[in-house]
T-cell receptor
């Protein structure tokens, strides 16, 4: 199994809602990532987990809250988002945090904040 | 800091044309280099990679060679197909770093 899966595929939420994005991989990878991608731009790194511990937080606003319950799962909890947070949210994983390890990306969750 | 510069798109070619997408980088040490492809409505897929100087990555007819002397990793394909239409991202992972640095992406359209 060489896939990273993400649910839901699409999400529409109001600014007062609380929702969660889910990501799963069964490749035995120990590093997992959240990215945000706006239209016609490259992905921007948000968070990195290594061995289920938060390794990097790229100064992301607290309305985004990551969670890594186990080595296969990564969640992104959303609360009180703004319309400018509308974007494609990508999850990725790699074997470990090492510069030569390629990252495998999921298909993304298309988020719209009304 | 580390950075990646890609040729600006969009690039439009006819089927069976030769493709080159230029990518140059700035990094300390010896980074690993990657090309990712993003088809419409999808996530990124790794196309190829090279982890040391003079390495050639190849996949699906695409090739790129890690040139340390020119700090480049240009993507080439001898004969493109309509199905190659996508956005291509060059990226690096610097020595000791924990993240990818992406170029701005190049949108490629192949016409039949």
């Amino acid at each position: 199994d060489t896939e990273v899966t993400q649910t839901p595929k699409h999400l529409v939420m109001g600014m007062t809602n609380k929702k969660s994005l889910k990501c799963e991989q069964h490749m035995g990878h120990r590093a997992m990532y959240w990215y945000k991608q706006k239209a016609k731009k490259p992905p921007e790194l948000m968070f990195v987990y290594s061995y289920e511990k938060l390794s990097i937080n790229e100064s992301v606003p607290s309305r985004f809250s990551p969670e890594c319950p186990n080595s296969s799962l990564l969640n992104l909890h959303l609360h009180a988002l703004q319309p400018e947070d509308s974007a494609l949210y990508l999850c990725a994983s790699s074997q470990r945090l090492a510069e030569y390890n390629e990252q495998f990306f999921g298909p993304g969750t298309r988020l719209t904040v009304l | 800091g580390d950075s990646v510069t890609q040729m600006e798109g969009p690039v439009t070619l006819s089927e069976e044309a030769f493709l080159t997408i230029n990518c140059t980088y700035t990094a300390t040490g010896y980074p690993s280099l990657f090309w990712y492809v993003q088809y419409p409505g999808e996530g990124l897929q790794l196309l190829l990679k090279a982890t040391k100087a003079d390495d050639k990555g190849s996949n699906k007819g695409f090739e790129a060679t890690y040139r340390k002397e020119t700090t480049s990793f240009h993507l080439e394909k001898g004969s493109v197909q309509v199905s190659d239409s996508a956005v291509y991202f060059c990226a690096l992972s610097a020595w000791g770093a924990q993240k990818l640095v992406f170029g701005q992406g190049t949108r490629l359209t192949i016409n039949p």
